[in-house]
């Protein structure tokens, strides 16, 4: 049986652009993504977004509004992603992963119409979708 893993992501909108981080490390480094991580025990799903954000990008974030949840199953494992709505209260800076490593090896702002110019992964994609749904029945 595969383990589940759940996570929040941050779909970070700024002057109408999208962030979207480049992977820069492990099974799946160089594909694009929402920035985010896995919720610590006794964690709201907010408080886990807003920390991630802060130990990922050094930016601080609050939370506008709920977006969707994906389940997704990759072969190894299986994820269910929060993905929010995100504005920023501070712009983002890298930060090293560790001594070696970049938890992000790249970042860009996006119109929402250039999103699927990126390799994303699977489960972002659909967080892309419901996105880009939301937009155009509002």
């Keep these: ?3 589940t893993i759940e996570v ?4 970070i909108v700024k002057d109408g652009n999208i962030l979207a981080t480049q992977r820069g ?3 799946f480094k160089g594909k694009w993504e929402f920035p985010g991580g896995k919720i ?6 907010e408080e886990a977004l807003i920390r991630e954000i ?3 990008l050094k ?3 609050y939370v506008v509004d709920y977006l969707t949840t994906v389940n997704y199953e990759y072969p190894n494992f299986n994820l269910i992603m929060h993905a929010y709505i995100c504005s920023l209260e501070s712009d983002p ?3 090293y992963h560790n001594d070696t490593e970049l938890e992000h090896e790249n970042m860009a702002w996006l119109e929402p119409d250039d999103l699927d110019s990126l390799d994303w992964l699977p489960a972002d994609i659909e967080v892309i979708e419901r996105y880009k ?6």
């Design 133 to 138: 749904f939301l937009r155009r029945v509002k």
């Design 54 to 56: 802060k130990e990922e």
């Design 8 to 11: 929040v992501a941050a779909v």
């Design 59 to 61: 930016a601080d974030i």
């Design 25 to 27: 490390y492990g099974e």
């Design 93 to 95: 800076k890298f930060v």
């Design 1 to 3: 049986m595969k383990n």
């Design 40 to 45: 610590k025990k006794d964690e709201s799903q």
